[in-house]
């Protein structure tokens, strides 16, 4: 149905070229270079009164929940187990092919009148860096007017619902033209009804013719590493380039491994069927601090993590039975 193209050799009418691996740069590429490095990575604790204020507000969201250990319980200890998430994103454009056709409206065909530019010659504005965009661009000189290959020219095909009749089996007397020992009024006792999908003329309109990765450091507090995913922490670093270069000094070493094995990664990786525009690798560290305190006599704890200072208690204390009417 389709001509052949240089530089799109290959495309099958129903399908497309696949994803075209980007040519290889005119002028050797720089080797990424290390990046600026913060000489402080602290951040300050949590205090006693900001623990118990997101104790209190965390009760106060639960109706089932007295307010007493959070009002009159003592904290007795504040243990910070921070940890940190290093974030790799590789932004990049990728490029594919596929025939597609829409109703001819008189407009001059250009198949080969000149020669068509190849995949990664099409001129293209890329959006804002690390933004999701799709863009579908019309490849100039590979147009061209053929007989449309589903409906044959005719510009309609047979109605799917009703097969081209016109009509379907009634629903409500399943065809038969009765209801009981009645006329089925539905149908006019003809056991079939009009087609709506076709408006009645058993044909339609022709289809063809009508036309941003985590690692987020173990840390032994006891809290699940999955609740950390729901909050936000204190950016302590980012760093943006064409090619990043693996983070290096930060005091945890797992995050500097964690960041040489996925830069590693991320070149090899999209480098194969994509052009890589720019990198960006964020550190946070998320606060998490365990607090103890005692009620009634009673030891017990609850954690405060996240800038949210998100409260996470599984066995609070003081519980009752709520009975709605």
Not at 69 to 96: C, F, H, N, Q, W
Not at 227 to 240: A, C, I, M, P, W
Request: charged residues 25%.
């Amino acid at each position: 149905m389709f001509g052949t193209v240089p530089g799109y050799e290959g495309m099958a009418a129903a399908g497309g070229g696949g994803y075209l691996p980007p040519p290889m740069p005119l002028q050797p590429v720089a080797p990424p270079q290390p990046g600026p490095v913060p000489e402080d990575w602290s951040i300050p604790s949590l205090s006693e009164d900001d623990a118990r204020d997101a104790f209190k507000d965390y009760v106060s969201s639960h109706c089932c929940y007295n307010k007493g250990p959070a009002s009159d319980g003592v904290i007795t200890k504040m243990e910070p187990y921070d940890t940190y998430r290093y974030r790799l994103e590789t932004y990049t454009e990728s490029r594919s092919t596929e025939w597609a056709t829409k109703p001819h409206e008189g407009e001059p065909a250009d198949f080969y009148t000149q020669t068509a530019p190849r995949p990664w010659e099409v001129p293209a504005t890329p959006p804002n860096l690390f933004t999701n965009h799709t863009e579908e661009i019309r490849v100039p000189y590979t147009s061209s007017v053929k007989d449309c290959n589903s409906c044959h020219s005719t510009g309609t095909m047979p109605c799917d619902e009703c097969h081209g009749d016109g009509s379907k089996v009634c629903w409500v007397c399943n065809g038969s033209g009765k209801r009981g020992e009645e006329s089925c009024t539905h149908c006019d006792a003809s056991g079939k009804e009009r087609c709506d999908q076709c408006d009645s003329r058993g044909t339609k309109e022709c289809e063809t013719s009508q036309s941003g990765v985590d690692h987020v450091v173990r840390q032994d507090s006891g809290l699940e590493a999955d609740d950390l995913r729901s909050v936000t922490g204190k950016e302590l670093f980012q760093n943006n380039q064409y090619l990043l270069y693996p983070l290096l000094g930060f005091p945890n070493p797992a995050i500097s491994e964690a960041s040489e094995k996925m830069v590693r990664e991320h070149q090899s990786k999209y480098a194969q069927n994509a052009r890589i525009l720019q990198q960006r690798q964020t550190v946070e560290l998320i606060p998490i601090t365990k607090v103890k305190y005692k009620w009634k006599s009673d030891s017990h704890k609850y954690y405060v993590y996240g800038n949210e200072r998100t409260v996470d208690c599984d066995k609070y204390p003081a519980t009752c039975c709520c009975v709605i009417q």
